[in-house]
């Protein structure tokens, strides 16, 4: 079964192993964006990171990641909600080529200006909850080795994770020390009362990382979720939790396209319809096309008001 988002702890509760495979949610993701195959790729990790890192979130809302490039590639942006539903892109930039043989550091960061943006994003609903957002340069050579380092210095969480995608699926794992569990901070000192015999947190921490370190990403693609934890984790006596759906959904509406367009602003909304005569649009992530004619651009700015929506679309 895919298109789920597995997850096990511990029975000490130290540690949170969960993995994903995503099928259908990505093909549909994929059915309208083509992307060179190491794009694709990179998007791919990028979305199974998104899934993995979301389902933790302690607000409903949104997960936006974004890998900002100085190089072929521009950006590649994935959200996931709450509840676990995805979109993501890529921006190649004019003019260059992506290689087959092209890696995270050569697509994005060639001058070494690229960036790595977290933003939590809750819904206006949420109380209690601001929105965050994180910048951190490109380090490392995997997007998976881009959230360790980002995870262990911003969020102060021992983190692994293992991320690969074709065109076919997208998968990930993650291993991930809880906070109260001797985080990258907080050296845990066995309590004297303790059996000799119970292993610390940091001992089965080292444990999990010794059985997970033979993961090939083949065995990500290729095998279902149960299959992977059942190999790597047979003798640990996980708890287990009922696995959540992901699917793929884009929120695109005409109402934020029509914002989008108001914060482009008046004077150039009317110089494409002064081109054009109309305002075409089709959403970056599903590929949704709208239409604004010139009546419908003029009403666009009678007592309009302007927001800080993202940009999702682009004018074409
Ligand atoms: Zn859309």
């Not at 006596?237 to 602003?265: I, K, S, Y």
């Amino acid at each position: 079964m895919n298109d789920l988002l597995k997850k096990y702890l511990l029975p000490d509760h130290s540690t949170r192993v969960q993995i994903v495979r995503l099928e259908q949610a990505w093909q549909v993701g994929l059915a309208h964006q083509s992307y060179p195959v190491p794009v694709q790729r990179l998007l791919g990790e990028l979305v199974a990171a998104s899934v993995l890192l979301a389902s933790n979130l302690k607000f409903d809302g949104s997960l936006i990641l974004q890998l900002q490039g100085d190089g072929p590639v521009a950006l590649v942006v994935v959200e996931c909600t709450s509840e676990l539903n995805i979109r993501a892109t890529a921006t190649l930039r004019d003019g260059h080529t992506v290689p087959d043989s092209g890696t995270l550091q050569t697509l994005l960061n060639s001058q070494g200006q690229g960036r790595f943006i977290v933003v939590l994003d809750p819904n206006q609903k949420t109380q209690g909850f601001q929105p965050y957002q994180g910048v951190v340069p490109l380090e490392g050579d995997s997007v998976a080795q881009v959230l360790e380092h980002y995870m262990a210095s911003s969020e102060q969480l021992d983190t692994r994770l293992w991320l690969t995608a074709d065109a076919q699926h997208a998968a990930g794992m993650l291993l991930q020390r809880l906070p109260d569990h001797g985080g990258l901070h907080q050296p845990q000192a066995k309590p004297d009362t303790q059996e000799a015999t119970t292993p610390t947190a940091a001992e089965t921490w080292e444990r999990l990382l010794h059985l997970s370190a033979t993961l090939k990403q083949t065995e990500l693609l290729e095998l279902d979720s149960d299959t992977v934890i059942h190999r790597l984790f047979w003798q640990e006596d996980l708890l287990t939790f009922d696995p959540q759906p992901v699917a793929w959904h884009c929120p695109c509406t005409r109402e934020r396209v029509a914002q989008m367009l108001q914060n482009l602003g008046q004077s150039e909304v009317d110089s494409i319809v002064q081109e054009r005569g109309s305002v075409e649009i089709v959403c970056n992530f599903c590929g949704k096309p709208y239409h604004f004619d010139a009546v419908d651009c003029t009403g666009l700015f009678t007592g309009a008001t302007q927001t800080g929506l993202p940009p999702d679309a682009t004018v074409h």
